[in-house]
């Protein structure tokens, strides 16, 4: 499985939510624009989601959309509470039967960040924090990881991914 770890983009900061709850926060205007440049980044690099799974929080469910919309993949997202609620073993049942595509999780920190760390070294005391707008790649067997760890391919930021949905 080729798995992708997707943080949303920029959101609406939580004291300037205007009384929301934090799962209500939308993306900004910047937040927007970093979707849209991630998703071109990952079409000009070839990449085709069989499945985008989202966190159904506004912010993340927007990332998901924006992006897969630059990548002509709109109607391949997909809610999973999972992803809101932090719970691995929620998460891997919900990608369960994907083992031979292209998955890309769209969620929030600290999830991503422990999840991502977790299936590389198997450890929950590992951490690979994300910046927002920023992917991780992650070849792995299966959810949940056997011996050997999934191998971590890559992680970009949000900002090395707007360059390169900007190169000529």
Same mark, same amino acid.
């Given at each position: 499985? &080729?798995?992708?770890? !997707? ?34 980044? $990952? ?5 085709? !989601? ?23 993949? &709109? ?33 929030? &920190? ?7 760390? !977790? ?23 299966? $959810? ?19 360059l390169i949905s900007q190169k000529k």
């Amino acid at each position: 499985m &080729e798995l992708y770890i !997707f943080r949303h983009a920029q959101a609406v900061e939580r004291d300037e939510a205007g009384g929301l709850r934090d799962f209500d926060r939308e993306l900004t205007d910047v937040g927007r624009k970093q979707a849209r440049l991630a998703g071109a980044a $990952l079409n000009r690099l070839g990449v085709k !989601f069989d499945t985008i799974l989202s966190s159904p929080a506004p912010r993340a469910l927007q990332t998901a959309k924006i992006a897969a919309k630059e990548m002509n993949l &709109e109607d391949r997202v997909r809610e999973c509470p999972a992803l809101w609620e932090g719970d691995f073993e929620d998460i891997f049942e919900a990608c369960r039967g994907m083992e031979n595509k292209i998955v890309c999780l769209v969620g929030h &920190e600290p999830t991503l960040g422990d999840l991502t760390g !977790f299936l590389t070294s198997g450890s929950r005391e590992v951490c690979v924090p994300l910046k927002k707008a920023g992917i991780a790649r992650i070849d792995i067997d299966g $959810l949940p990881p056997e011996h050997p760890r999934g191998l971590l391919r890559w992680v970009m930021t949000g900002k090395q991914l707007s360059l390169i949905s900007q190169k000529k």
